[in-house]
């Protein structure tokens, strides 16, 4: 079964702190990696893609290891306004289509 | 602005009735567009994959009668959930892959829908 594990969290961190958030994935034949955002009851958004030597983007940082299959998203000097659900998503390498962890939730308080 | 629109956003229906979703791409031809179903609290779910002018192909576990899918154009797909039934209020999304002006091939996503089914 082709899977992507995330904990679910919630994780509750206060502003400024750095949170962490894990995923690991099943399927060895995964070529592409993303984290997106989800907002309750709204469609999912593409935070990031993850290269395998590992990308930043402003306070974002996604790391990829394949051969623990394995995908991390670090979030520095969160803002309130990073309280959302964070979606570990791979491609399923056969077809192309996505499989979409069921995400992390963080809250980050004032 | 949005590149896929989705509607309606909300629909409220009675048991038995079919709702119809319609998912459109703008200002790109989507060679291949996926509906999803998200129940709360749980992660996105792969119901099929449609491309224009062809059969969708449905994920194990999805009734391809009920879940009536048409892409008969490269900006339009639609889902038609017939008989509706209170087990299958969710949020319906989807996706369309495609060519997008100076960023390449991309995954857009419709702002989904929210069925609830008395």
Request: charged content about 20%; hydrophobic content about 30%; some cysteine.
């Amino acid at each position: 079964r082709k899977e992507v594990e995330q904990d679910p969290g919630p994780f509750n961190v206060p502003e400024g702190a750095t949170v962490a958030f894990n995923c690991t994935y099943s399927n060895s034949a995964s070529q592409s990696f993303f984290w997106y955002r989800q907002d309750c009851r709204k469609e999912p958004k593409l935070l990031m893609s993850v290269y395998s030597s590992g990308n930043e983007d402003g306070r974002f940082t996604a790391q990829l290891n394949r051969a623990s299959q394995y995908i991390s998203l670090l979030i520095r000097d969160s803002k309130l306004s990073d309280s959302a659900t964070y979606l570990c998503v791979v491609n399923d390498g056969s077809q192309g289509n996505l499989i979409f962890g069921k995400g992390t939730k963080l809250s980050v308080k004032p | 602005g949005a590149v896929v629109s989705q509607h309606p956003s909300r629909v409220i229906c009675k048991s038995g009735t079919s709702v119809k979703i319609e998912c459109r791409s703008l200002d790109f031809q989507a060679t291949t567009m996926f509906w999803y179903r998200q129940f709360p609290k749980k992660s996105l779910m792969l119901m099929a994959t449609s491309n224009e002018g062809s059969k969708a192909t449905y994920e194990q576990g999805v009734e391809k009668d009920k879940f009536l899918i048409n892409h008969a154009s490269l900006t339009l797909s639609t889902l038609t959930v017939t008989s509706a039934h209170p087990e299958d209020s969710s949020f319906y999304i989807c996706s369309a892959r495609g060519h997008l002006r100076g960023k390449g091939e991309k995954l857009f996503f419709g702002s989904g829908t929210q069925l609830s089914v008395l």
